[in-house]
């Protein structure tokens, strides 16, 4: 597997705690450096079992037979991906009641227009609200020193960018939508999704849809590592390419400390049969570090510590 994150599975532990929801088993955590996730001796898991092919509510009306949306519902209900729902579920109210803000590592590699591309390294600084972000790349070498600044409900909206050196330096700092050509070149989503509260929206709002259809089965790694740190895996897998579906395997790593999705990695379906799975995305948050007590000054492009050059 690609992915310069060292992942270890070690022996299963007296049960399993199911986690983090949505598409479950993408793993979100940004992997530091090296690019490949390697899964040891996966011993710890458990499968439960899928329902086998899309819902079809009875038809209702006969004894003993349920309604349509009473059928839906019982059939939804057992789905295996309600338990990593739930957690995620969980792990979203915690979020939002007990941090404030963090740093961390961020380690993201994509796969845009059919190539996948380098692993970026940044620092970031995140805060909750109102939503703002402060990146500087540490690498590759062509994006070194490059900063972004984001803050919900100023800028007019738009992130504050300059390059780290080059031509592109020159031109100082410019001020882009966040959904631009420009400001999406190279990424599968804009700096407004960053962070692990939206990853883990996003994650419960795939597990809300998937869990309308069968042919899922999830398996459950407990002490799974993530750059040292212990995590539950959730991995979620649909065998058979479907319009409905988003990906053929994810996986999902939350950290058992902070209870925070660190990791997500999702593959799509092989391009031949009997071939590897082919990794889409990846992203990894490193070194986190909850309630730093961030102001607006970690977030002004004023910011003498920075390099926006504005005044």
């Not at 209900?77 to 792990?91: F, M, R, V």
């Not at 590592?225 to 979620?236: A, D, P, S, W, Y």
């Amino acid at each position: 597997m690609e992915g310069s994150i060292l992942v270890e599975m070690m022996k299963k532990r007296e049960g399993f705690l199911g986690r983090v929801a949505t598409t479950f088993v993408m793993v979100t955590a940004v992997g530091l450096c090296a690019a490949s996730v390697s899964a040891e001796s996966p011993v710890a898991n458990q499968s439960i079992p899928g329902i086998g092919s899309p819902l079809v509510p009875n038809g209702g009306g006969a004894e003993g037979n349920l309604d349509a949306s009473e059928a839906v519902a019982e059939v939804v209900a057992s789905h295996p991906l309600i338990p990593a729902l739930k957690i995620a579920q969980s792990g979203m109210d915690k979020i939002r009641e007990t941090v404030q803000d963090y740093s961390c590592t961020v380690v993201k590699r994509e796969r845009i227009d059919g190539k996948l591309g380098e692993h970026e390294y940044m620092f970031a600084k995140i805060r909750q609200a109102p939503f703002s972000v402060y990146l500087y790349f540490l690498g590759p070498e062509s994006l070194k020193g490059q900063e972004v600044l984001f803050v919900d409900g100023r800028n007019e909206g738009n992130m504050l960018a300059h390059a780290g050196s080059g031509v592109r330096a020159m031109v100082g700092m410019v001020s882009l939508k966040p959904t631009s050509m420009m400001a999406m070149q190279g990424n599968r989503y804009p700096v407004t999704e960053l962070g692990v509260e939206n990853l883990t929206r996003r994650l419960i709002e795939v597990a809300e849809h998937d869990s309308q259809f069968g042919e899922c089965t999830v398996n459950f790694f407990p002490n799974a590592k993530v750059n040292g740190r212990v995590c539950t895996c959730i991995q979620v897998e649909h065998p058979v390419p479907r319009k409905n579906f988003r990906f053929h395997l994810a996986r999902v790593f939350i950290d058992d400390e902070i209870s925070i999705p660190i990791r997500y990695e999702s593959y799509d379906w092989p391009r031949e049969a009997g071939g590897q799975a082919v990794l889409m995305e990846e992203y990894t948050y490193m070194n986190v570090k909850l309630n730093n007590g961030f102001t607006d000054a970690d977030f002004d492009a004023r910011n003498t510590a920075y390099k926006f050059g504005a005044k």
